[in-house]
């Protein structure tokens, strides 16, 4: 196993390890605000700006999971009917499209977002978190997304010369 197998396993680990303990986290908050808006009737302020603030975190940061672990969202049933080379040049463009993504909308944008936030100082209302460190969730997610893409690609082609070489010697 080269060096860079170990690197993205250990990086894919420790990524889905923030995941799990944030949705702990979320978890745990969310029953809190229950037990004190039920329980103790006098709701907890702060806990429903948390849950919101650690719900971007683990969709965005577990979005990056799924795509590397190829467990996101998509309809492939017409895909899966290609044989392997145009099922490669298609899985290459799906990649791309994602890669381009990422890197315009949530690497770009949200790396503005995060800066103008933190330039204008906007706090979170219960909390008093500065909102540019809750939006960083975007560029972040962004940035795992297009690796992984990248490397996605990377596969495709390299599948795609594969399959040639072995047509070729047919």
Do not use: C
């Amino acid at each position: 196993m080269n060096a860079y197998v170990k690197i993205k396993e250990t990086f894919v680990k420790v990524l889905e390890t923030v995941v799990i303990t944030v949705m702990a986290v979320l978890v745990i908050d969310v029953v809190w605000q229950v037990f004190t808006r039920f329980v103790l009737r006098n709701p907890s302020s702060w806990t429903e700006e948390l849950a919101t603030m650690l719900l971007i975190w683990v969709s965005l940061l577990g979005a990056s999971v799924a795509l590397i672990r190829k467990g996101h969202l998509g309809v492939d049933y017409f895909v899966n009917k290609l044989k392997s080379g145009p099922r490669s040049i298609v899985d290459i463009f799906i990649y791309a499209m994602v890669g381009f993504f990422s890197a315009s909308v949530m690497i770009a944008g949200g790396i503005r977002l995060v800066w103008l936030t933190l330039l204008t100082n906007q706090l979170s209302p219960a909390m008093g978190i500065r909102m540019g460190y809750v939006y960083l969730a975007l560029p972040l997610s962004g940035f795992f997304m297009l690796v992984f893409s990248i490397e996605s690609i990377l596969g495709g082609i390299k599948r795609i010369k594969e399959i040639k070489e072995v047509e070729g010697k047919q």
